[in-house]
């Protein structure tokens, strides 16, 4: 099939099936131009607990498919291309997270939703980069148990008082841990009108040289509000390629061009269509981890909802 006619395929299935497409901002560029809804992982997690179609086709990866399956336990959640998995989440199994509450019984679990449902399911609450510190912040406990990113543990301990223990020891995101401050540095040199923005999954070498620290949603609040009109950007390039398409009249120049995630580009048109058609790759949580892990995304939504409408 020709890519318009697979397109216009898919949008008539989509109608058909009763479902909506939701995509990360990391996705290709032509599964974003199609999908009904696109964010960050908190984005997705607070769009898909809204919505009224039957079917959602999760454009992201297992960990982001699981949050949707979670708040939609009577819906269907299918994602393109199984192989989606995120090497950091597979970084914490339940067990690392069992061990570690033995070990520290006084401690609040905050695991980021970067995480498999199974180990969630241990957690007290979730978080993403974009509500991180203020998850922690709001807790009781002194001590927290975080996981699996380090870096975002590192930048979470610089806003809080609270003791934070990364769990594991050296979680990383793959793809955040690429850039380098030689290259930022080059970079911010070449353009000193630029604002840098860094994800917290960067090492902490190169949030130190960053004008604001988010998440991607944040990033695109930012390049919309802000007077600057040339912006270094740090993290998964399928960003800056929204970033370009939103703000045309906005400079945005990657940090590294070779910064992809390469679970996040497994999906295609293709894909998408014959999981849409067939409805495969369902994705499954079984129901007593679905529960648990459902009350710590709950209690989440619940704490970056507070405070959005504070
Ligand atoms: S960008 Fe990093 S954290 Fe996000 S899905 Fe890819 S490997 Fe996982």
Not at 75 to 99: F, G, N, Y
Request: proline content about 6%.
């Amino acid at each position: 099939m020709k890519p318009e006619q697979l397109k216009e395929t898919i949008l008539k299935l989509k109608d058909d099936q009763n479902a909506v497409i939701l995509a990360h901002n990391y996705q290709q560029e032509e599964i974003q131009l199609l999908a009904d809804y696109i964010g960050d992982s908190l984005d997705l997690a607070r769009y898909s607990a809204k919505v009224k179609e039957n079917v959602i086709v999760l454009c992201g990866v297992d960990f982001m498919a699981q949050t949707a399956v979670l708040l939609n336990p009577d819906k269907t959640v299918i994602i393109p291309d199984p192989e989606a998995k995120c090497p950091m989440a597979a970084q914490l199994p339940a067990e690392l997270v069992r061990e570690a509450k033995q070990k520290h019984p006084d401690a609040a679990v905050v695991l980021y939703v970067n995480t498999l449902a199974e180990a969630r399911a241990e957690a007290d609450v979730t978080c993403t980069s974009a509500n991180a510190p203020l998850v922690v912040n709001a807790l009781e406990e002194k001590k927290i148990l975080f996981g699996p990113d380090r870096n975002l543990a590192w930048f979470v301990q610089r806003r809080s008082d609270k003791q934070i223990i990364p769990l594991p020891d050296r979680g990383y995101c793959y793809v955040h841990r690429m850039f380098s401050p030689a290259d930022i540095m080059l970079l911010k040199e070449r353009y000193p009108d630029a604002e840098v923005l860094v994800h917290p999954e960067c090492d902490p070498e190169v949030q130190q040289l960053a004008t604001h620290i988010c998440s991607t949603s944040q990033m695109l609040l930012r390049a919309k509000a802000s007077p600057a009109k040339r912006f270094i950007i740090a993290t998964e390039v399928g960003l800056v390629e929204r970033m370009k398409r939103e703000f045309p009249d906005k400079e945005f120049i990657p940090a590294l061009e070779t910064a992809v995630c390469e679970q996040m580009k497994l999906h295609t048109l293709e894909k998408l269509y014959l999981a849409l058609r067939d409805i495969k790759h369902v994705v499954h949580v079984p129901p007593e981890i679905a529960a648990r892990a459902r009350a710590a995304t709950e209690r989440m939504l619940e704490i970056s909802g507070r405070a959005t409408s504070d």
